[in-house]
């Protein structure tokens, strides 16, 4: 299973990943105003997919629960928040509320569905739950646009009333968010609840029969990973400034998988250097040649080959070897 | 009264469509618990092999041929070289289908171009027949036949053969199966193979109407996914009955709320969850 050797087993973390982290950290803070408008705007969703990754992480990496469903959350804040700033002309703050409610309600609805499934069968059936959504993304034009999607969402900086506006504000507001949930999401898999979380992953009979309700750890694994990925999904609405049906896909939602598979799952680092890789290999190779989905394809079946474990965790020795 | 025999015999159809795919699915899923994302990529590349062919040779009995034949060749090669290696980690087994899904999307998209297409009907059956007022046509009759007898066909494989014995003890338990002689190891990789090629042959049987076009690996392997989880994983009677369900109900829910298609599949399985979880003919 994913994550086996979790970070509980915390022996000290090698010289080079600490400075590999205070160096990343100092480049997410101090870089941006060194860099052109186009390398903000793709930092910025870097780490708007490091939210989602880390989120989808606590449920794959830290509880052991495999889910292809995950950018539904996402999808569905995000459309909520487009459809109630341009339909209904709604403020910043309804706006950005409603968004995280409308995801982590459904979360809480389909976490009641899948929350007692494990393994193989908790992968199909979110996958279907995630077609679903996809589906009605797609096909409920009059609410979501269809194919077409909705365009208009007006910008962060305008409707949130900042004084300043452009990529460089908007980053750090994304940075302030990432910051916040990051810091929020390794409080909870460090808690005693985390470290059910993670007794459930390696071993769940086990933590039945010490008296833990492991459906209700399960559920509520599931609905904050929800929440998480409902509060990326309200910035990308306001970064990207349009919906549409293509981040509800099959392909998106293994895409975040894959962000959490080649960083690292059981670790929140691992995620958002995953999430790092893929968007910005995506934006450059795409700008180079029409092939990207032959080497995302490629990059797939490599990571499974050569790093099963995920890059942040290749120097880590497993405990059965 | 007639709108509602043509759309169920609709809905029969499409039917017929999602057990071709389906059943493939569900028999990989019983052996092997892989969770084949790849399984829409070899209903799409059965078309567009068969396509080729029929255009080289103007026969579609060859083209279909071909197109089984050389996307199960494909499937057996991805489960020998590249699963086999990851029995009994599903999420790696996962992964490596979505990595051949977009690299067998890619290829197709390089290989044929993204024009849509479709298949010519077979000569002997074109038209329709006419029962009283209703109206029907025969290409459409002919695959339901054509899929009901793959299912009987499997189902005696699955039954009445030594093959579909060792297949039934490896389903049950593996080691055991291998214990008394059984290469559960070649086995999967037929299963495998018989899979892709049994998507691939759905593919071309739905060739004449549906087409083939970017994208359509994807269109119907969340539908498949719903059969196999209504029937219950891993059983052959369940992807029928499941096929039909998700057939009519899809035609159904297209036909009189279009906006919500889709979403009308969300309720049977919401039901079929909650009442039981394993699916309609799965085992724990």
Request: glycine share 14%; net charge positive; aromatic share 12%.
């Amino acid at each position: 299973m994913a994550g086996r050797n979790g970070t509980h087993r915390s022996v000290r973390s090698p010289a080079w990943k600490r400075y590999l982290l205070i160096l990343g950290l100092v480049i997410l803070v101090a870089g941006p105003p060194f860099l052109s408008s186009y390398w903000v705007g793709l930092l910025t969703q870097v780490l708007i997919f490091a939210i989602l990754a880390m989120s989808l992480d606590v449920l794959l990496g830290y509880t052991g629960l495999p889910s292809l469903g995950h950018v539904g959350f996402f999808g569905v804040s995000a459309y909520t928040v487009a459809i109630l700033s341009t339909a209904h002309q709604a403020g910043f703050w309804t706006c950005v509320v409603g968004g995280i409610v409308a995801g982590t309600l459904l979360s809480a609805a389909f976490g009641l569905l899948v929350s007692h499934v494990r393994n193989v069968y908790f992968l199909m059936i979110t996958l279907a739950l995630g077609m679903v959504l996809w589906g009605l993304s797609y096909r409920w034009i009059p609410v979501t646009g269809g194919d077409n999607g909705i365009s208009g969402v007006p910008r962060l900086e305008a409707h949130a009333g900042l004084p300043l506006s452009g990529p460089i504000p908007f980053y750090y507001v994304t940075l302030l968010v990432f910051g916040a949930c990051g810091l929020l999401m390794a409080l909870i898999v460090s808690s005693p609840f985390g470290y059910t979380l993670r007794g459930i992953r390696e071993n769940e009979s086990r933590m039945r029969s010490l008296g833990f309700n492991t459906w209700l750890h399960c559920y509520l694994s599931y609905v904050i990973a929800g929440a998480f990925a409902s509060v990326s999904g309200v910035v990308w609405a306001y970064y990207n400034g349009f919906v549409s049906p293509t981040y509800l896909e099959l392909t998106a939602a293994s895409e975040v998988f894959l962000m959490v598979t080649l960083g690292g799952p059981g670790t929140l680092v691992g995620p958002v250097l995953g999430a790092g890789t893929i968007v910005l290999l995506k934006n450059v190779i795409s700008a180079y040649t029409q092939r990207w989905l032959l080497i995302l394809g490629a990059i797939y079946i490599i990571t499974i080959l050569g790093a099963p474990k995920g890059l942040w965790n290749l120097g880590r020795v497993s405990p059965r070897s | 009264m007639i709108y509602l025999i043509t759309q169920t015999l609709n809905g029969l159809f499409s039917a017929a469509l999602l057990f071709l795919i389906a059943s493939g699915l569900t028999l990989v899923f019983g052996v092997m618990r892989i969770v084949n994302i790849a399984h829409g990529s070899f209903y799409m590349l059965g078309v567009y092999v068969a396509s080729t062919v029929i255009a080289r040779t103007r026969s579609l009995l060859l083209g279909a041929l071909a197109a089984v034949l050389v996307v199960g060749a494909a499937g057996f090669v991805v489960e020998r070289v590249f699963l086999r290696r990851f029995a009994a980690e599903p999420l790696a087994q996962m992964m490596m289908t979505m990595g051949f899904a977009l690299l067998f999307r890619d290829i197709a998209f390089v290989m044929w171009g993204g024009d849509p297409f479709t298949l010519p009907y077979p000569q002997a059956l074109r038209g329709s027949v006419e029962v009283g007022e209703i109206v029907f046509p025969i290409y459409r009759l002919f695959v339901i036949l054509v899929a009901a007898m793959v299912g009987l066909g499997l189902w005696l494989v699955n039954e009445r053969t030594l093959v579909g014995a060792r297949l039934r003890a490896a389903v049950d338990d593996p080691e055991m199966a291998a214990g008394t002689g059984t290469n559960v190891a070649l086995l999967s990789g037929l299963v495998f193979g018989a899979g892709a090629g049994l998507a691939a042959f759905g593919g071309v049987m739905g060739g004449p109407i549906l087409g083939g076009y970017p994208g359509m690996d994807f269109d119907l392997l969340p539908l498949a996914f719903v059969v196999v989880i209504i029937g219950g994983m891993g059983s052959l009677k369940g992807a029928l009955i499941g096929s039909i369900v998700v057939g009519l109900i899809d035609n159904f829910g297209k036909a009189l709320v279009p906006e919500l298609s889709y979403f009308t599949l969300f309720a049977p399985m919401v039901i079929v969850l909650a009442l039981r979880p394993t699916g309609l003919y799965g085992r724990a």
